[in-house]
């Protein structure tokens, strides 16, 4: 397959192995009659087709967490700023892990598997509350623009 990614030649016998299986069987006759069907509760509707073939996998993941109980924000604070961030929806795991699995105090350090190979990584380091913020600094510069494709889902 990676060669067919990348766009190099196959070798013959690496092509037919590429074939395509015969296609399935029909499936039988069913014997539901539509009142049956339409009347059905509500997710058990009868199968029309083939048996359907399921399967489940469950993955574990483990979180880091560090906490701190004297920190000076609040769990709701941090809850807060991951809802601007949730629209990614990768990033919706970690606010909800925050909301629901947290024992007492305040995760200054929290490590969770977002993918199988991406962990979101949030420490807090050195935090201090500043009075001497100037509205400068919240001031979008005149040379700023907007890339319409950079986030097309928000």
Known sequence: ??????GS????????????RKSLPPPRRTTVTW???????AGLAPS???????K???KKFKALVAMAEDFPLSIDVLLDILEIV??????????????????????VRIEIPILPTISAKVTFQK????N?????????PKSYREDANRFPDL
Do not use: W
């Not at 397959?1 to 990348?6: N, R, T």
């Not at 949730?86 to 995760?107: E, I, N, Q, T, W």
């Not at 935090?127 to 500043?130: D, V």
């Open 1 to 6: 397959m990676q060669s067919l990614a990348i």
């Open 48 to 54: 029309l087709g083939r048996a359907q073939v399921l």
């Open 86 to 107: 949730a629209p990614f929806k990768h990033f919706d795991k970690l606010r909800c892990f925050c909301k629901v699995r947290m024992p007492p105090g305040f995760p």
């Open 9 to 20: 030649l196959m070798a013959e016998d690496e092509f037919i192995s590429l074939q395509h």
């Open 127 to 130: 935090f201090m509350f500043r």
């Open 35 to 41: 009142e049956e069907y339409i009347n059905a509760a």
């Open 56 to 58: 489940q996998n469950t």
């Open 132 to 140: 001497d913020l100037t509205s400068k600094i919240f001031k979008i």
